[in-house]
């Protein structure tokens, strides 16, 4: 009488049931792959502080505008986007020391030793009308030159490029080649 | 006789076991588990990322907001217009609702993340840089700094 056997529970449908759950994942996610370009706004300057606290040396510093046209300047002359990277490395490592590109002041970094780090700074600057498109291309451009500079010290100082060395000597490399980006407090270029 | 079995073998060929293959469905069920998240907001905006070379990748999803600049989609474009508009979580905002949502996304942090907290500007390629000007003027009165700008990576 008790010898009755309950019948197994068919299992194939777990499988159906795992499918819809499947899909409802599949529906509702993302993949996860969110890429950009990191930047680091100023802070608002404070309003009691002067101006000429800010100014710097003429020669350190190279102003890129881009127009409403997609048009680019770059240290006072019209360039094409191609020939930015290279006039950015030009202005970073300046190799003959010519007196209009930026000085260079030997820094003592932790863990290195005496180098003489670029003083130069971005000034990037744009119009209310520049495409978002053009925007990004320039700053794509900057941050490969100072990504090909940084892989240049990196080779000649450890024999690997940027991406492979250590936390340490990333941070020594970064204070080495910085990235001195400044993004211009907007200017009304368009008025009349 | 042989295994090739003559014509008098009536042997019958066992159906495929099915039962594994809940098994299989669910590894890959967990494999789309972890490598994807949650899509925590209806885009009601258009957004085509630009092209960047140098892209890095978003190191920390859940210390970062979302700020989506384009045009309005399709079904919201009667009531908006077809103009560059900002949308933050799930509603068309202005600029001087930033505040507001950077204060908001702070106050969702723990003390310790905060500083870290990444502001994501994700603009579709065709919007004009003022807009996105007035935003970072805005996000700079915030004190909102770590920002990134959105884009897809180039193919070489």
Do not use: W
């Not at chain 1, 100014?55 to 240290?75: E, F, M, P, T």
């Not at chain 1, 930015?84 to 290195?112: Q, R």
């Not at chain 2, 019958?12 to 069920?29: T, W």
């Amino acid at each position: 009488m008790g010898k009755k056997k309950t019948p197994a529970i068919n299992s194939s449908s777990t499988a159906d049931i795992a499918f819809l759950l499947l899909c409802y994942f599949l529906m509702t996610t993302t993949m996860g792959s969110q890429t950009g370009l990191s930047r680091r706004l100023p802070p608002m300057p404070d309003p009691n502080q002067k101006a000429e606290d800010q100014k710097v040396n003429r020669r350190n510093i190279i102003i890129v505008k881009i127009n409403s046209a997609d048009r680019l300047l770059a240290g006072n002359e019209p360039m094409d986007i191609s020939l930015l990277k290279d006039k950015v490395k030009e202005f970073f490592t300046n190799p003959l020391d010519d007196p209009n590109l930026p000085e260079k002041k030997m820094t003592d970094i932790e863990g290195f030793g005496q180098y003489p780090v670029s003083q130069g700074v971005i000034s990037l600057q744009n119009d209310r009308g520049t495409s978002y498109h053009a925007y990004i291309a320039v700053q794509n451009e900057l941050v490969k030159a100072v990504n090909e500079l940084r892989d240049d010290f990196s080779y000649k100082n450890y024999g690997k490029p940027f991406a492979r060395l250590t936390e340490e000597q990333q941070e020594i490399v970064k204070k080495a080649i910085p990235q001195n980006i400044s993004e211009a407090e907007p200017k009304d270029v368009s008025k009349r | 006789m042989s295994k090739f079995g003559g014509s008098n073998s009536k042997k019958e060929v066992p159906g495929v076991s099915s039962g594994s293959l809940s098994d299989i469905v669910f590894m890959l069920l967990f494999f789309f588990m972890v490598t994807t998240q949650m899509r925590e907001t209806e885009n009601k905006v258009i957004v085509k990322m630009p092209e960047a070379s140098e892209v890095t990748k978003l190191e920390r999803k859940d210390l970062s907001s979302y700020v989506n600049i384009g045009t309005p989609t399709r079904q919201y474009q009667a009531q908006y217009g077809t103009d560059a508009r900002i949308q933050l979580n799930d509603s068309f905002k202005t600029t001087e609702d930033i505040r507001d949502f950077i204060a908001a996304e702070r106050e969702s942090l723990s003390e310790a993340d905060r500083q870290f907290m990444t502001t994501v500007i994700r603009a579709d390629e065709d919007v004009r840089m003022g807009i996105i000007t007035d935003v970072k003027q805005e996000l700079r009165r915030c004190s909102a700094l770590k920002i990134m700008y959105m884009a897809r990576k180039a193919e070489q």
